[in-house]
């Protein structure tokens, strides 16, 4: 009887413990950096989840964002825009780097945004701020992954250490 107790007990625990991980959501970004000598560029692609980004820009606005819906406006697109420029931004070798946003697509519930800085020929050091969603969530984390001439570098920034220096 014992037995058929802490069986029963075991597979409460279970369930609720399952149930409890998929209600919990995780708040992350991923950002990865490129060079591209033959171009001198950084190619960046972000990763946010859409539902965090209109959150974000609701509080900010207030009022209804509808990012990545036939509902969208060409004011919530360029809100959008500047609140992603106001939180991400790069220096190269100390200096800071012009980013230009060239596309834009939605992957099932993620935003993945394309951009750009040109004109860069050689990188010894990329500073990265990233502090999209920190002013929504504090639990956010900002991943970044980059690529120089063969060397991978990452950085996870958090509300606690917004910027962040990878050496190359």
Known sequence: MLKKISFFSLGVLICVSLTAASIHKFYVSINQINFVSEKKELQIT???????VNNALEK???????????????????????????????????????????NREIEDDVI??????????????????NTMLFDFISEQQNIIHSSVLGKKRSALLTVSKSVDVLKY
């Open 60 to 102: 900010k606005h207030k009022s209804i964002f509808y990012l990545a819906d036939k509902r969208e406006t060409p004011e919530m697109t360029k809100a959008f825009e500047a609140y992603y420029f106001e939180n991400f931004s790069i220096k190269v070798n100390n200096k800071s780097a012009k980013l230009q946003i060239v």
């Open 46 to 52: 972000s990763r946010f989840f859409i539902d965090d």
């Open 112 to 129: 993945i945004l394309y951009s750009v800085s040109k004109n860069i020929s050689k990188i010894s050091s990329i500073e990265v701020k």
